[in-house]
């Protein structure tokens, strides 16, 4: 899937919300979360934990097309890969935090995952 600028900012933005529900990130997740942001968005994971949080309805709505205005990838395609990246980075630690999965949950079901799919996205990393 390819991200337009503006598209790899949010996403960067959102996966570090996910990272940093818990208050911190600590060393392997950062590790993970520069891997992913250099791979998925060719950014400085440096660069984007100066920017302001991102609220999931935000998100959604930026990905939302309009008549004079279209987006190349679908919110739910988007969803998929927060989970992934975003489940990724917080098992560096070991364990998903409460304030973690929260977040995760609220980015998933704003870009309309159901509650089905993202069980059945967690099921892979999460038994």
């Known amino acids: 899937m ?12 959102a996966l570090v919300s996910i990272a940093r529900a818990d ?18 968005c060719n950014l400085d994971v440096a660069d984007v934990l100066l920017e302001p ?10 990905l939302q097309g309009g008549p004079f205005r279209g ?3 679908r919110p739910d395609e988007v969803a998929r890969l927060l989970v992934e990246d ?15 999965g929260g977040r995760l949950w609220r980015y998933a079901t704003a870009l309309g995952l159901s509650e089905d799919e993202l069980r059945r996205l967690t099921g892979r990393w999460i038994p």
Do not use: M, N, Q, W
Not at 3 to 11: A, M, N, Q, S, V
Not at 23 to 40: F, T
């Open 2 to 13: 390819t991200f337009d600028e503006d598209l790899k900012r949010l996403y960067a933005r």
């Open 71 to 73: 987006t190349a990838v």
């Open 53 to 62: 949080s991102l609220h999931p309805d935000d998100l959604a709505s930026s």
């Open 86 to 100: 975003g489940l990724y980075i917080a098992l560096a630690k070991g364990h998903i935090t409460e304030e973690e």
């Open 23 to 40: 208050g911190h990130i600590d060393a392997d997740e950062g590790e993970r979360l520069r891997e992913r942001l250099d791979s998925r």
